[in-house]
């Protein structure tokens, strides 16, 4: 006999289900094994009960001309860049994750409000997992948006962005560059003491970095850096270096802090 579970559990369940979630994510959330995962999938097929899944069929901006919010989609591209995947589950349906820190909750919460405009009607959900929060939303159509999805790790295979891409990120170069430094990048606070007249002064050096493996992604950054007119060095091989007084306090106007 196995525990009896609340019926919002069950609910909660088949829903984040039909969103995307994996069994296995699924069980650990909610606390049960996965086989009771699938069981309450097939009682409800058996039963023949909808469960609203037509926020799975919503219409995509690629195959269907569905609007698209330029904005919204030009900073998911950034973060779907720096720190999220796709992954195909059951029926067809892709899930994109976004992986962040867990420590910035105000991003982690917009995160969600950027899934729902890039996709109108959907129902993002999030899990924990060690330091990070995984914020994930279900849609056929995740390849059709980010066509850079492919086997293999991201700095592994050869990164394009389509002519459609290019046109939205050069118009929307911040929202860009929000989604790409807020998930791969850092603003670390330097300091130095210098001698002046006489007396040691401590002086802050806040500079922001971008980090990525792959060589593709960084050239996406220092043109959208160059498209805005911040200033950028590479410091290595996979850093992205903004570090001048006036490039910083340009780059925090236009991306926000991290928060
Ligand atoms: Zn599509």
Not at 139 to 147: A, E, I, N, Q, V
Request: hydrophobic residues 35%; contains cysteine.
């Amino acid at each position: 006999m196995g525990h009896i579970r609340s019926a919002e559990t069950v609910a909660s369940a088949l829903r984040d289900s039909d969103s995307g979630l994996s069994d296995a994510d699924n069980a650990a959330k909610h606390g049960v094994a996965v086989k009771t995962i699938r069981r309450w999938r097939r009682e409800y097929q058996r039963r023949g009960r909808t469960r609203g899944q037509s926020h799975l069929m919503a219409r995509c901006p690629r195959c269907d001309g569905a609007a698209l919010d330029p904005a919204a989609y030009a900073e998911l591209l950034g973060w779907y860049l720096g720190d999220g995947h796709i992954s195909l589950g059951r029926r067809g349906v892709y899930a994109l994750h976004i992986f962040n820190d867990r420590r910035y909750v105000e991003l982690n919460a917009h995160l969600l409000d950027l899934m729902r405009a890039v996709k109108p009607g959907s129902r993002p959900h999030t899990r924990e997992v060690p330091g990070a929060i995984v914020t994930t939303v279900g849609w056929k159509h995740w390849p059709c948006l980010f066509p850079q999805h492919g086997p293999g790790r991201k700095h592994e295979r050869r990164l394009v962005l389509e002519s459609w891409q290019q046109d939205l990120v050069h118009d929307e170069p911040a929202a860009f560059l929000r989604g790409l430094f807020h998930s791969d990048g850092c603003r670390v606070n330097n300091w130095a003491t210098r001698p002046v007249a006489g007396e040691v002064k401590r002086y802050d050096y806040p500079r922001w970095q971008f980090v990525n493996c792959s060589e593709d992604i960084l050239g996406f950054c220092t043109d959208a850096l160059d498209a805005v007119g911040v200033p950028w060095r590479r410091s290595n091989h996979k850093t992205v270096s903004v570090s001048r007084r006036e490039a910083v306090a340009l780059l925090d106007d236009l991306i926000g802090l991290k928060c």
